[in-house]
């Protein structure tokens, strides 16, 4: 059973464009939405993360919306650069002690 | 920022034989976890473990997987005895409080088992 759906499984977007990664879910408990970035070898990072109280949440580049009737969230990467090509997972929690991921999307930024 | 070191990074082992990955938290955190990555994909949580007890595990999470740490050192999976299916990235993570905060991830072990 698959908690987080991710889409699309690898995207190619050019240097500068917008880059836009999708994400639902089915557990309505879920509060939590972050968002991990990885590069090949290392661990997953965080990127931003979203409360369920929220609609929005900015930082820098990068903005999370969470639509909470559609149980639905987004990844907006505005000017894309090759430096943000690497794998993002968003994921949910309910305040609990883990964390379910998305099977994950390889973005690729060619210059 | 806070890291969470995994020792060693690449460890090959022979089928049936035991393997333990060790996991060093960031040090002021409650939380630790497990996860299980397979070819760069999906990150399929295996178990997390507070104040000296799993809080919880998961399907994966099979009878020949124990987690411990032993007097606030290193946090550590230990497979015994493992089988084919256990190859894969071995994530150890970290956080101060419960999922909901940031959780730290190390760099992850490789086990090949052969």
């Known amino acids: 059973q698959q908690q987080v759906r991710q889409s699309p499984q690898s995207l190619t977007v050019w240097e500068g464009g917008t880059t836009v990664l999708t994400c639902s879910y089915e557990d309505s408990t879920f509060n939590y939405f972050p968002w991990y970035q990885q590069f090949p070898g290392e661990g997953p990072a965080l990127l931003i993360s979203i409360l369920s109280v929220s609609d929005k949440k900015e930082d820098g580049r990068f903005t999370t919306f969470f639509n909470k009737r559609e149980k639905k969230l987004s990844l907006h990467i505005i000017d894309s650069q090759p430096g943000d090509s690497a794998t993002y997972f968003c994921a949910a929690s309910y305040g609990n002690e883990k964390i379910t991921f998305g099977a994950g999307t390889k973005l690729t930024i060619k210059p | 920022g806070p890291k969470v070191l995994q020792i060693p990074s690449h460890q090959i082992i022979d089928m049936g034989q035991m393997v333990t990955l060790n996991c060093d938290p960031v040090?002021?955190?409650?939380?630790f976890y497990w996860y299980k990555q397979i070819l760069g994909q999906q990150m399929e949580f295996l178990v997390n473990?507070?104040?000296?007890?799993?809080?919880?595990k998961s399907k994966l999470f099979k009878d020949q997987f124990s987690v411990e740490r032993p007097d606030g050192s290193y946090f550590t999976l230990k497979i015994q005895p493992t089988a084919l299916e256990d190859s894969a990235v071995y994530f150890c993570a970290s956080s101060f409080w419960t999922a909901n905060t940031e959780v730290f991830f190390g760099k992850g072990t490789r086990l090949t088992v052969v």
């Open positions: 473990f507070y104040n000296g007890k799993v809080m919880e």
């Open positions: 040090s002021n955190h409650l939380y």
